[in-house]
């Protein structure tokens, strides 16, 4: 009987003092959690932090003209016009939106959801998940260099990342949020509300978060994913030892007017941001995807999309709009395939006039492959937050990047 | 009479030791006078204006590299500095030669009638590739090639001239996005596309090139600021052509003259390849002009094209399928001076026979305009068969013999970033992945780098050109011998210069 009241003392001491250390961790848990609270003051690399406490892009295609100032060319051509001059914070602040899937109605999806940094900001998938696990109808784009680009989506219907966001954010089957819910939340976040007090200085401390603070964070991060500086681009700047010789032949093929490539996916960037109808087939039991017409309003742009820029598109399989093929291979050897060859029977398409009958060889073929390997880089990948400020949990197993 | 005999045998075998020293002798030496390269120099500068006679720019310091029977060119590119001149001897040469370098300079020397030939054999895709400013490349025959005999990616103030270039596939001579280019005496044919295209450039002469059965002659496209005269442009499809194609990036074309050539007979059957933009050009198209503006068409001789002389267009009925609301559509301020027109029109095809057709005539017009455009003009209209001038006022000039070139006055100079820019470029564009001041990221702070190379910037090149793993808790840096000399020490120097 004695014994049995030690046990229970016993057991309630214990039971008291698992408490008071469950309570010390929790504590110190949210310690870290307010110390999100510090927003980096340093710009990510490729910028430089100016007296106004913008950051600049820096990079060296700044030592390049570009005809026309279109930011197409050769190797030593300029880069686009693109968008910088966002505060450290501001972008620092968007990093934790981004992985953040309190943007989502229901708090299952985050942008990185379909933009994984260890997926070349896309998801592997043919055509990305959306909510309630519905299959959605293109794929994720990579955001690698996004900042250069005058249009978003496959189908260019948004002019900026802000208008992009704005659709994806508040999209039925997206996340599936609404601009009063995001709101509501996000201020009813203590971290949220100092963070952006941090970011947006100039407004008075206890005002509410606003949309357009939520698109420009979240702009001002993307256009911080910066790729320039692969073995291509050593090559570009003029040391020839970068690439070796199958790697060579491979840009040889690209940019000859056989394959023409380089036609659209022009250097710098490797898009020309132009739409093309190329005609590729749709996987099995997809409608053609119309693309282009609809935001345009325009038949002869049935089936049309924007060039995807290639830097980075070994990291970013499934290939084209609807990831119907899987390898590189495969994406190369449909240009050579014939023009017009997958274009389902009862469509007239406009196909591009680059779309010929290069009659490329398997040899070719194998160093186009080669060659577009020689685009990854991942040196300026940002950092995943450790913690988010709303406290979820980050929304993909996080793979660690060497 | 022995001595005679002897004097007379004596001087037999004199000359005869003379005919074969002389033909021995002489003959090797007489290819030892081939012109210096022409990049060196530079048109018009020091020179009046009525001459394509150049001006030396600078003398010329490289090497010369030769190329003979069995060797080959592409090596001898890589060999080659900026300033080099790479010369080519006779022989056949199969190979595609790019040249990702400055200031080169290619050029054959044709001994006897033996040309340097590069031969695709139908499998090689493009002869020369380039993307290199101030590169020149003469004196070849190219033959064969599944893509072009010479293309340009961005390359300024070139000079291609004095080639033979027959069935190259796509394009004969085809600089893209370049700025200040000459293209002379080129005699091109048998292409599949347009025989010599500029595309998306600017500043650009074409003279005195010979282009014949090809489906284009020669193709300004989406360029501004070219002057395209003295050329012989027969029995194409297309003879002289200018135009927006839609869908490009850069999206606009105009100042463009046609002066002084010859643009005869371009009956040619259509074989462009289905879907390109010149396959839908009619057989018997002296000049097209679609959707270019302000194009001074004047002192050429445009005869027996079957279809029409000159044909005005706009893209809506040029080219209807393929939309652009980026690319205006119309050409404006046409200018038509005087020319020589006859004989034109004589077999018309699809839409311009049935709209001529429509005004009771069997023929084709010498000048046929249709569709939008404004403020278009012509010097005497009477002269010629016309259809759709009806708005077309008296021209406002009577000549261009003002305009001597479209080339610049100096060759574009490269853009020039300071030696302080380019260390900021390289160190945000390149380091700062790693390092930052007053920060530790994947590598040391920039500050240790600073305290421990103060003066030494040498000590910093040496350092990041071969790295060696100094600190344990630091991973091992990556070589940055990629980097130019002048960047690895431009960073050098903007690194212990920083302040914040």
Known sequence: MENKSTLLKLSILGLLLSGLLLFFFASNKSESYTDLATLNCHCPPGFKLNEDNKCMAKNLYQQYDSPNNQGVGGLQTGLPEGRDGFSPQEIDLGRYLFFDPILSIDGSMSCATCHEPSKGFSDGLPTSIGKDNLKLDRAAPTLWNVGYLNRLFWDGRANSLEEQMATTLFSEVEMANTPENLLSTLNNIDNYRKLFAEAYPDRGKNDDIELDEIYKALSAFQTSLISLNSKYDQYAHGYHEALNEKEIEGMNVFRSFVARCAECHTPPLFTNQQFAVIGTPEPDGLPLDPGAEIPFGDKSMRGAFKVPTLRNIDLTAPYMHSGKFETLREAVEFYTKGRGHAVPEDEKLYIHWHIWEPQLSDYELDRLVDFLKTLNDESFMPKIPEALPSGLNLTFQQTLIP | ?500
């Not at chain 2, 054959?108 to 101030?134: C, M, R």
């Not at chain 2, 295209?197 to 193709?219: K, Q, W």
């Not at chain 2, 046409?334 to 027109?341: G, P, R």
């Open chain 2, 1 to 500: 009479m022995k001595s005679t005999l002897f004097k007379i045998i004596g001087g037999l075998l004199l000359l005869a030791l003379g005919v074969f020293l002389g033909r021995t002798l002489l003959s090797s030496s007489g290819e030892s006078t081939v012109p210096m390269p022409s990049t060196l120099q530079y048109r018009n500068v020091g020179h009046s204006g009525d001459t394509t006679q150049v001006a030396q720019r600078k003398e010329f310091t490289g090497q010369i590299i030769e190329v003979k029977k069995g060797g080959s060119i592409q090596e001898a590119v890589k060999a080659a500095n900026p300033g080099d001149l790479i010369r080519v001897f006779p022989g056949t040469y199969s190979e595609n030669v790019y040249i990702d370098k400055d200031d080169i300079s290619l050029q054959g020397v044709v001994i006897k009638g033996e040309w340097p030939t590069l031969d695709g054999q139908h499998k090689i895709n493009d002869a020369f590739l380039y993307s290199g400013n101030g590169i020149l490349i003469e004196n070849f025959k190219i033959i064969n090639y599944k893509g072009n005999g010479i293309m340009g990616q961005a390359g300024n103030n070139f000079v291609i001239r004095n080639n033979w270039i027959i069935d190259t596939g796509v394009y004969g001579i085809f600089p893209q996005f370049g700025k200040n280019g000459l293209i002379e005496h080129n005699v091109l044919s048998v292409i599949a596309d347009a025989a010599i295209y500029v595309g998306m450039c600017d500043n650009i002469d074409v003279l005195h090139n010979e282009v014949f059965d090809s489906v284009a002659g020669i193709e300004i496209e989406n360029s501004r600021h070219c002057l395209v005269e003295n050329n012989y442009v027969h029995d194409n499809t297309g003879g002289l052509l200018a135009f927006i194609t839609p869908g490009l990036p850069i999206k606009t074309a105009f100042d463009i003259i046609f002066r002084n050539n010859f643009v005869v007979n371009n009956n040619h059957p259509n074989f462009g390849a289905p879907g390109s933009t010149v396959a839908s050009i009619p057989p018997g198209t002296g000049i097209l002009i679609m959707a270019a503006d302000d194009v001074i068409v004047e002192n050429n001789i445009i005869t027996g094209n079957k279809n029409t002389g000159i044909t005005i267009v706009d893209l809506a009925t040029g080219d209807p399928k393929a939309n652009d609301p980026n690319s205006e559509g119309n050409p404006d301020r046409v200018v038509i001076l005087d020319n020589i027109m006859f004989d034109n029109g004589n077999d018309p095809t699809g839409e311009i026979k049935a709209i001529m057709l429509t005004q009771m005539q069997t023929k084709g017009p010498d000048i046929f305009a249709y569709g939008g455009g404004t403020g278009s003009t012509i010097r005497d209209k009477n002269r010629y068969r016309t259809f759709g001038l009806g708005d077309y006022g008296p021209a406002q000039i009577e000549d261009t013999k003002d305009i001597k070139t479209m080339m610049l006055g100096a060759p574009v100079p490269p853009r020039s970033v300071t030696d302080q820019e380019l260390g900021e470029i390289t160190y945000y564009g390149v380091c700062a992945g790693c390092h930052a001041l007053g920060t530790t990221l994947i590598g040391v702070d920039t500050q240790i780098i600073k305290d421990i190379y103060v003066d030494n910037p040498q000590g910093i090149v040496n350092y990041i050109t071969k790295p060696l793993n100094l600190r344990d808790d630091y991973p091992e840096m990556p070589p940055q011998d990629y980097l130019s000399e002048e960047a690895k020490m431009a960073v050098a120097n903007y690194i212990l210069e920083m302040t914040n």
